[in-house]
């Protein structure tokens, strides 16, 4: 995990509406999810799930979709941002199934390796999508109960 955003956490994930959230279950980190919402020139208002990550043993719960939806409400909080990017690949295919789950969209895709070949894309969520599933369905209750 030497990429520069984990080396500057603070710098990259502490200034709202980018956050950096870490789950816990028993006393054991199991989980974190990233999200860098600082502005870039070329996608103004979009923000980027740049970590997202939960521990095997944990992931048939569903906890991974609890992350995201703690933190997609305190993103779209902000009128900063209109919507948000994941980047997923079929090695990981919980996250894209969590992704989908929450509302996002497969904004691309391709098949990525020579001899064995798998899918890697990115989802991507608006507010306004976010904002009719919301109105459409109460949020389901957490699987893991939040201190």
């Given at each position: 995990m030497a990429s520069p955003d984990l080396l500057h956490i603070e710098k990259t994930y502490c200034k709202p509406p980018s956050s950096?959230?870490?789950?816990?279950?028993?006393?054991?980190?199991?989980?974190?999810?990233?999200?860098?919402?600082?502005?870039?020139?070329?996608?103004?208002?979009?923000?980027?799930?740049?970590?997202?990550?939960?521990?095997?043993?944990?992931?048939?719960?569903?906890?991974?979709?609890?992350?995201?939806?703690?933190?997609?409400?305190?993103?779209f909080a902000s009128p900063d941002v209109s919507s948000v990017e994941a980047p997923y690949s079929m090695l990981h295919p919980y996250v894209k199934k969590a992704l989908l789950e929450q509302g996002f969209k497969i904004a691309s895709s391709h098949k990525k390796g020579h001899y064995i070949s798998w899918?890697?894309?990115?989802?991507?969520?608006?507010?306004?999508?976010?904002?009719?599933?919301l109105q459409a369905k109460p949020s389901p209750a957490p699987v893991f109960p939040r201190k």
């Open positions: 950096f959230d870490i789950l816990e279950y028993e006393g054991r980190t199991i989980g974190l999810l990233a999200i860098d919402a600082t502005p870039k020139p070329a996608q103004p208002g979009r923000a980027y799930i740049r970590h997202y990550y939960v521990a095997d043993p944990y992931r048939e719960s569903g906890v991974q979709n609890d992350l995201l939806a703690h933190a997609i409400p305190r993103l899918e890697v894309g990115t989802a991507l969520l608006t507010k306004e999508k976010w904002e009719q599933l």
